[in-house]
């Protein structure tokens, strides 16, 4: 599926969507998520949740997250 196709795809899903590298950057997301974060995605894509988020909100997210990817929560 070419890149435009599957962007349309996520972009009508009404719910906030998004994808992250191993590293916790993220490399994708919908247009409900934009909305969520108030900002545009090219102001997302390429950068982590300690980029986006306040210090301490940053460190919940991200310890919920990697519970949630090694299997505890």
């Known amino acids: ?23 916790g950057v993220y490399t994708g997301c919908n247009k409900e998520f934009c909305t969520f974060l108030g900002r545009e995605k090219d102001k997302i894509v390429g950068r982590t949740v300690h980029d986006l988020a306040l210090p301490d909100m ?15 929560r």
């Open 1 to 23: 599926m070419k890149n435009e196709a599957r962007q349309e795809i996520l972009d009508g899903i009404p719910l906030p969507i998004f994808f992250k590298d191993m590293n």
């Open 58 to 72: 940053a460190k919940k997210y991200e310890k919920k997250v990697h519970g949630q990817l090694v299997g505890k």
